[in-house]
């Protein structure tokens, strides 16, 4: 997937319990602001803490960082449901680019497609699929098996110690 080296499995540290309840609901595709209500901290605050999660993980971005989390056992892996169609390999491409962590600009460059088609494809993605963001839409591909602990090797050049499968 990468043409550098990829860096050797990390040594993760693992989140805090308030850590782990703030990447939760980041999974679960709430916003920063709805998670502040629920959770009664700032907003400041959450966005620290993801920071946190990703430096502790070794991963950039909301969506790796949920990834990671189910890839490591730091999150509970979401139950297993069969998506009612069938998806394309570029629909499968997009979902695993996001998990891995890419921005629009890595994935247009890896797929070898402009910024411009690889931002639509994600946005049409996210709305089959009705996922609220790009965490919810990893988690959505956990769900559905397009996204599993196979997929180790993230945009950050880090290489994801897996948890056993469930």
């Known amino acids: ?45 959450i966005n620290v803490q993801m920071k946190h999660c990703g430096q502790k993980l070794g991963v950039s971005g909301r969506a790796a960082v949920v990834h990671a989390c189910y890839v490591t056992g730091q999150l509970k892996r979401p139950g297993k449901a069969a998506f009612p169609e069938t998806l394309s390999d570029a629909e499968t491409e997009t979902w695993r680019m996001i998990a891995t962590g890419a921005t629009s600009k890595d994935y247009a460059d890896r797929a070898r497609i402009s910024r411009d088609e690889a931002l639509q494809r994600i946005r049409a993605l996210r709305q089959r699929v009705r996922a609220h963001n790009d965490p919810h839409l990893v988690t959505l591909g956990w769900t559905y098996g397009v996204i599993d602990e196979s997929l180790v090797e993230m945009i950050s050049g880090t290489v994801l110690r897996a948890l056993a499968p469930a």
């Open 1 to 45: 997937m990468s043409a550098r080296p990829a860096r050797p499995p990390a040594t993760y540290l693992d989140l805090t319990p308030a850590q782990v309840r703030i990447a939760q609901k980041v999974a679960e595709g709430k916003s920063t602001y709805a998670i502040a209500s629920d959770l009664t901290i700032t907003a400041g605050t």
